[in-house]
């Protein structure tokens, strides 16, 4: 999984000519509304310490489908990259503790996963870069004194015991002025992170045991509408259609009429806006569980009947997901094709974000999956965003279809995404974010 530093951009095969190049015209025509706006959504819901955002770009569409709260791919970011990250960590930091000297990062649990953990040496130097102090705290029991791994990469990363002295966290004698939490609490919040004195962010009501992706894409459609509204422009075209369906079991077959019924739903919906828009392409719809990352829990359909006519393999793959924690609901949205390549290999963007600048990306490809398909599953592999200019400064003088501007767009629709979740911690946490 590891990236290649390379300077190449992939193929887009859609660069050449498709409305997307409308899309990118617009948002490179009113570039300067569009970042005021983003700066009173900032001042009225502080983003994120970070977050990351895998795109689709269907030619005709370009749209979020996943957005992370605890990015784990900071090994897949290219060094040039890093200017933009100091500065924005900087700013992130001191937002959260204008003080802290000390950053304390409480990691998954899967030691086994090298990948893993090269994004978190990748992590910890990106802090360490930027002035801080950085370690790695640990919420594995098992581990009661300091352990230093060993990493591909020949970086080598130090898990630490945790204790807890009243309200606050400690790593032997020293007490970390912030938590930066790389978990995304699956399984619930431990209680030695219950009321903590110490910042700690990404708050840990935005785990996956209480945050829905459902959630997060109806208040990315509130945010969507106000937008397009400023740019005159159609939602549809940034924002995939979805519905919720609770109780659902996969493995007793129960809650399919639900399914089946959001399926055709969204698939009605979608050909029409394909009608209205003279797209060609066959509609198809991702369910997905509801919560939950890693891309587990994730299958693409054509129809109704295909999503109730799953065998026992498919039922067994969409009932358990991250720790074997059932699923019980699911997210049934608009299936966004994906037509760009790398060495004939479907290729979609992923997005990295810290604060509210956006620092850089990759593109997560897969040889073996079709354009209508999930491609973040095992097979994948990763190569570089050319970002160093591009979502920051959009070159005006060139085509919009040009490197730097369709990385601009890719930049404006994951800050649209972060806008959503800026708002889901207000909802959940009212106004204590920093």
């Known amino acids: 999984m590891a990236i290649e530093h390379l300077q190449a951009v992939p193929n887009l095969t859609t660069s050449l000519n498709g409305p997307l190049q409308a899309i990118e015209t617009r948002l490179l025509d009113r570039q300067r509304d569009i970042e005021q706006w983003f700066r009173s959504q900032w001042l009225e819901t502080p983003p994120p310490f970070y977050g990351s955002v895998d795109l689709r770009n269907a030619g005709f569409k370009l749209a979020p489908v996943d957005t992370n709260l605890f990015p784990a791919g ?16 900087q700013a992130a930091v001191e937002r959260f503790c204008p003080k802290a000297c000390g950053i304390l990062v409480i990691p998954e649990s899967h030691t086994r996963n090298t990948y893993y953990l090269e994004n978190l040496a990748g992590l910890v130097n990106l802090l360490e870069l930027s002035g ?3 370690n790695i705290g640990t919420l594995i029991p098992d581990i009661v004194s300091p352990q230093t791994l060993d990493l591909p990469s020949g970086r080598q990363i130090t898990l630490n015991p945790l204790t807890r002295d009243g309200n606050k966290l400690t790593i032997g004698t020293h007490t970390p002025c912030f938590i ?14 219950k009321n903590l004195d110490q910042p700690v962010a990404p708050p840990t ?35 995939p259609a979805s519905r919720q369906c609770g109780k659902i079991d996969f493995q007793k077959r129960e809650g399919e009429e639900c399914l089946a019924y959001y399926v055709d739903e969204v698939l009605t919906e979608v050909r029409a806006k ?17 919560a939950g990352t890693y891309g587990m829990n994730v299958m693409s359909v054509r129809s109704p009947e295909e999503a109730i ?5 498919q039922r067994t793959k969409m009932a358990r997901g991250k720790e074997g924690l059932a699923v019980t609901e699911v997210l049934v949205q608009e299936g966004v094709h994906t037509f760009e390549t790398w060495e004939e290999a479907y290729a979609e963007p992923v997005v990295y974000m810290i604060d509210r600048y956006v620092v850089g990306g990759f593109y997560r490809v897969h040889a073996e999956r079709g354009k209508d398909e999930n491609l973040n599953a095992p097979g994948m592999t990763f190569r570089p965003l050319a970002f160093t200019e591009s979502c920051i400064r959009p070159d005006h003088n060139r085509a919009p279809d040009a490197s730097p501007n369709r990385f601009y767009a890719y930049g404006v629709i994951a800050r649209l995404a972060l806008v959503a979740a800026a708002r889901e911690i207000r909802e959940a946490i009212g106004n204590r974010q920093p």
């Open 309 to 313: 006519a799953l065998n026992r393999k």
């Open 132 to 134: 801080f102090q950085a």
């Open 274 to 290: 394909y009608r209205e828009h003279g797209v060609s392409e066959t509609p198809f719809a991702i369910i997905k569980a509801d």
């Open 205 to 239: 009501s935005m785990g996956w045991a209480t945050r829905r992706k459902s959630r997060h894409f109806s208040l990315y459609s509130q945010a969507v509408k106000e937008f397009a509204a400023l740019i005159e422009l159609d939602p549809w075209l940034i924002d």
């Open 180 to 193: 930066l939490l790389n978990n995304d609490l699956s399984s619930g919040v431990p209680d030695i992170l």
């Open 74 to 89: 900071f090994n897949n970011l290219n060094p040039e990259f890093q200017p933009l990250c100091i500065q924005a960590i």
